[in-house]
């Protein structure tokens, strides 16, 4: 049997850096990749990611045909929530693979078989905890769990009759994690991938913290990412000297980036708020860590906190709250 399979369905145009994204992909021949969507441009798709063109009508209906009531499922944004299902979903594209998992398209891999090792697909039922990266044995049981009951509540059926955003997909406020741990199952929890904050214009990391509730975000660091033909590393100034981290993935969180780079298949080029760019040097040290660029000026903070004001006036004008 092969080993993982990550299911995309995407509806909409994909991010700009999206074939950055298929070339960190490309670089893990050991994975594969399937992705449903309605955006027909041209990507040079390599061969460990299978492309299905499908409407959203379509997939919907495909959503409702696993159902015996009546699903909400108006908008691309709440297949969040319909994640924990594509086990069921899409069983026919994935008999041949151990695990199945569903993964975000904001993010760059890093080498995934130095994380996820044979070992941790032999010990545990579900690798990772959240929406942006999560992978499930494949088994029957397991991918019809979304139905068992947590505390004596059948939890999908309120969230799959909802337009609602539940995070069903993820963190511990009665999601899947819930239900898994309830029915005693082996979940691997350690944080892997390099999650960046959303309200900051630069990149400063954040983990859940032991309550499973709460989330500790680092302080800014003199930092950069590098990724480095199938490697994704940060490299780290500091005690008067250069840390070398290596990293599963980078989740930009939706941010915004800017392509600096000449040829869009370079095999290592440089993370940066909020560009990909090429890198300075052949080899980071302590000697030439300041003549690298770690920022552009940019406005994320600031354009994200007008959005938000702006959908809050929005909302309290149309009388949102109270519907």
Not at 61 to 81: G, M
Not at 236 to 249: A, G, Q
Request: charged share 25%.
């Amino acid at each position: 049997m092969k080993k993982i399979v990550f299911i995309i369905p995407y509806f909409g145009k994909f991010n700009n850096y999206f074939q950055l994204f298929l070339n960190s992909c490309e670089k893990n021949p050991d994975i594969d990749w399937l992705i449903f969507t309605d955006d027909k441009r041209s990507f040079n798709y390599p061969k460990n990611v299978i492309v299905n063109y499908i409407s959203f009508y379509e997939i919907k209906n495909r959503f409702q045909s696993y159902f015996d009531f009546k699903i909400k499922l108006e908008f691309p944004y709440k297949l969040c929530d319909f994640k924990p299902t594509y086990g069921l979903v899409f069983e026919e594209y994935i008999k041949e693979y151990k695990f199945w998992g569903y993964c975000d398209t904001d993010l760059i891999w890093g080498n995934i078989t130095k994380f996820i090792t044979d070992k941790m697909i032999t010990d545990y039922d579900k690798i990772g905890i959240f929406g942006h990266c999560t992978i499930y044995r494949n088994t029957k049981y397991i991918n019809n769990l979304f139905k068992k009951s947590f505390n004596g509540l059948e939890i999908y059926k309120k969230v799959y009759t909802s337009n609602q955003g539940y995070a069903f997909d993820e963190e511990f406020n009665n999601s899947i994690n819930n239900i898994f741990e309830q029915e005693n199952l082996k979940i691997y929890y350690r944080e892997m991938q390099a999650n960046i904050y959303t309200k900051s214009s630069d990149f400063r990391l954040t983990s859940l913290n032991k309550d499973r509730k709460t989330y500790s975000i680092e302080k800014n660091k003199k930092a950069f990412f590098v990724w480095d033909n199938g490697h994704l590393y940060r490299y780290i100034y500091i005690d008067d000297k250069v840390e070398k981290n290596e990293y599963l993935y980078i989740h930009m969180q939706s941010r915004k980036m800017n392509i600096n780079l000449l040829n869009i298949n370079i095999s290592k080029f440089k993370i940066i708020p909020n560009s990909f760019d090429e890198l300075e040097v052949f080899e980071v040290n302590k000697k030439n860590f300041y003549n690298i660029r770690r920022k552009y000026f940019n406005l994320h903070y600031f354009k994200l906190r007008s959005k938000n004001l702006y959908i809050k006036i929005k909302h309290r004008l149309t009388g949102y709250y109270n519907s």
